[in-house]
C-alpha cells in the first residue's frame, strides 16, 4: 500500500514539476523584461533619471549617488501606447520634464494605439521630483531647459515654443522666422538661442537673442547648415555644412561630403576647421544620439571616411583641416558623452568584441582608448555623474535585459541598481546564452550570426529551426539583450522559441552596421538588387550542415526590412523555406517609391523596374509556403497597402497558405505591450503548426 501510494506521489510531484516547467516560460513571462531608455545625468548633481518600461507600463526612475537607490519619480498605471522620451533635467535637478506621446503621421494624425475616441497627442510635461506630480507645458517635443531654469523651450511643427518652467504656466511661440526648425540649442548663459532653419534646398543656422528679441543669421550661403552646438564659455558655435546640389543631381544613400564649421557670433566670424576627404558623410552624423559636441577647446565628431564610424577631434581654431582620429582600427564607436571637465570622451564600442559593445574612455587629446567595462555583458548609453566620479550606464547579459548599473571611476567598482525592479517571474535560469557563428555568404563575403540552441538536444534529433532576420537595415543583433526596444523584443521571442524546442539563427546581412562601411554600403542592396539575400540563403545552408537541424523545416521571421527578407525567401526559395512570419514588410519597392518620393532609397522613374524585380512580388508565382503576414495599419514606416498588396496578389495565385493579422491603429513599432504578446503568440502557433507537426 506504502509503496503504492509512493508511487502516486512521486507521479504527482513529476506531473507539478512538469507543469511549472512547461509553464515557467511561456511569452507573457519572458515578456516581462523591462526596458531601460532615455538615461541621462543632472548637471548639478550626482543624480540620474531614465525611462522603465514594463509590460508596456512606463514610467521615469531617478537615482542619486552614491549609494544610487531608484525610486520613481511618475506614476503611470496602464499600458496606453504613449511612449516617454526626450528626458531634460532642470539645472538644479529638481524637475524633469519630457515628451509623452508619439509624433504625427502624413495625415497629421497621432498614434492612439488603443483607439481612444478621445485621441492622443504629443505634449511636453514637466514633473517636480519630491512631489512627483507632473504637469502639461503644450503640445510639442524635443524639450530643452535654458540653462537658468527659468524657461523650457522645445518644438512644434518646426517652430520654437517656450514657456516658464512653473504650474501654471503657458506656451507662447518664441519667435518668428521663414523656415522649419530642426533642432537648437541654449547657450550656456541662458540669453541665446542657436537654431537650424531648414528651407528645403539650403538651411541656415540662426542665433536668437532672447532680451533684445532679434535673430543673427551665421555666414548664410546656399549649403546646409546643420545641428549647432555651442562652446563651454558661449563664445562659439560648432555645426555641420553639407556643400550646395544641382537641382538634378540624385542622391545615393546617405552619402555626401561634409565640413566641420565654427563661427564666432559677436565678431561675425565664420570658419572651417575640417573637411570630409570624401563622399561618406552623412550617416555618421545623423545616426549617432549626439553626433557634434565641445569637449573643452576642442569639438568632437563622428566620421566614416576611413571605413569605420570614429570619433574625431579637432582643434577650434584648426584651419589646416588636421583632426585627430580618437578610435583608430577595425571596430565603430556609438553612444558618447564627455566628462565634465572636457578632458575625456567615454564611448560604447565593439572593439575587440565585434558582436557586443562595452564602454571605453579616450583622451579628447587622443590617445589610446582605455576600457572600462568587459567581459559578456552589453553596455551602452554611458553617461557621467555631474561630480566625474561615476560612470552611469545600461548593462545587459544573454540572461538579464538592460538595467541601469553604476561604475565607480576611482575604485573600479561596479554594479547594477535597479535589478530588483526586474519581475520576480522573469524566467531568467531558462534562457540560452546565444553563440556567435560566421559563415560566407556565395561571393565569400563574412556574415556574423547569433545562434540559439535549445537546452536539452537528443543526438539523434532532428529540430525545426528558424532564421531571424531585423529591420532597419541599419541594425545590428547582438549576444545578449538588444538596446533597441523594437529588438529587445525580437531577442524575447528567439528566447522562446528555442525555448520550444527551435534552432533559431539570427542573422546580421550585409548593410548593416557593426561590421563597417563598405558592409553597410554593400553595392546592389535592396532595391537595386537585393544583394543581401544572399546572406538569408546562406544562413540557410549554415543551418542545413547542423546536425540538430531539419533540413526540410526552417522557417524565418522578421519585420520591417526583415519581413522584406522573409518574403523575399518565401517569394524566391519556398522549396528552401517551409514557413515565414512577415512583420510589416516591403513588397513592392517600386511601389514604394512611387508613393513616397524615391522610397527613402532616392529610387528614379529609371530604376522602378530593377525595383520591382528585387521585391516579392516579382516573384510571387513561385509562393508556395505557408505565410502569416502581421501589419498595423497607421504604421508610418511601411504602408500598410504593401500587405494588402500582397496578400490579394497571393489569394488571386492560389498557391500558398496565408494567413492575415492586423493590428488596427497600431504603427510601426507596436506601442501596445499586449499588442506584442499577441503578435508572439500568433506567430508561435503558426511555426508549431507548419514547421514542428511537418515530417
Known sequence: MRTKISRILTLLLFLVFLSVSVFAFNIEN?????????????????????????EGVRNIWIADGPEWRPRPVTFYKHDDGQEISQLAFSPD??????????????????????????????EIWAVKIDDGKPWLIGEGSSPAVSPTGEMVAFLRQGIIYWAPLDVNAKSQRLFFSRGRVRSFAFSPDGTKIAFESFRDD??????????????????????????PVWSGDGQYLAFFRYPARKADQVSRGSGRNFSIMVAEPERDECWTVWNCPDDSGGFAQTYPRKPLTWAGDRIIFYSEHDGWMHLYSVYFREKSGKAVCLTEGNFEAEDMTVSPDGKSVIFNSNKDDIDRRHIWSVSAGGGQPKRLTSGKGIEWSPVVSASGKYLVFISSTAFLPGTPAVLDLNTGKSWLIARELIPKDFPAEELVE???????????????????????????????????LHGGPIRQMLLGWHYSPYYHNAYAFNQFLASRGYVVLSVNFRSGIGYGRAFRTAPNQ???????????????????????????????????????????????DSELFAAGVDLHGVHDWSLRARRRDG??????????????????????????????????????????????????????????????????DEVHSFLLHENWVKVFKKSADFFDRYLKLKK
Open 93 to 122: 535637478g529638481s524637475i524633469i520634464v519630457y515628451v509623452r506621446g508619439g509624433g504625427p503621421n502624413r495625415q497629421g494624425e497621432y498614434p492612439n494605439p488603443t483607439s481612444d475616441p478621445a485621441g492622443a497627442r504629443e
Open 526 to 572: 535592396g532595391p537595386r538588387g537585393a544583394s543581401e539575400y544572399q546572406d538569408v540563403v546562406a544562413g540557410a545552408k549554415y543551418l542545413q550542415k547542423r546536425p540538430e537541424v531539419d533540413s526540410e523545416r526552417i522557417g524565418l521571421w522578421g519585420g520591417s526590412y526583415g519581413g522584406y527578407l522573409t518574403a523575399l525567401a518565401l517569394a524566391r
Open 434 to 468: 546565444p553563440q556567435q557563428v560566421v559563415f560566407k555568404a556565395p561571393d565569400g563575403l563574412e556574415i556574423h550570426g547569433q545562434l540559439f540552441l535549445p537546452k536539452k538536444i537528443r543526438s539523434d534529433e532532428k529540430l525545426p529551426a528558424v532564421i531571424f
Open 30 to 54: 519572458v515578456m516581462k523584461a523591462p526596458f531601460t531608455s532615455g538615461l541621462i545625468s543632472c548637471p548639478g548633481k550626482d543624480r540620474v533619471a531614465w525611462v522603465f518600461k514594463t
Open 599 to 664: 522610397g527613402g532609397w532616392d529610387i528614379t522613374p529609371d530604376e522602378y523596374r530593377i525595383a520591382f524585380d528585387s521585391s516579392p512580388v516579382a516573384d510571387v508565382q513561385f509562393w508556395t509556403s505557408p505565410v502569416l503576414f502581421i501589419h498595423g495599419d497607421d504604421d508610418r514606416n511601411v504602408d500598410f497597402i504593401q500587405t494588402v498588396d500582397l496578400v490579394a496578389r497571393l489569394r488571386e495565385l492560389k498557391k500558398a497558405p496565408v494567413e492575415i493579422m492586423v493590428i488596427p
Open 202 to 227: 539650403h538651411s541656415f543656422i540662426g542665433v536668437y537673442y532672447l532680451r533684445a528679441q532679434k535673430v543673427k543669421w551665421i555666414s548664410p550661403s546656399v549649403d546646409m547648415d546643420s545641428y
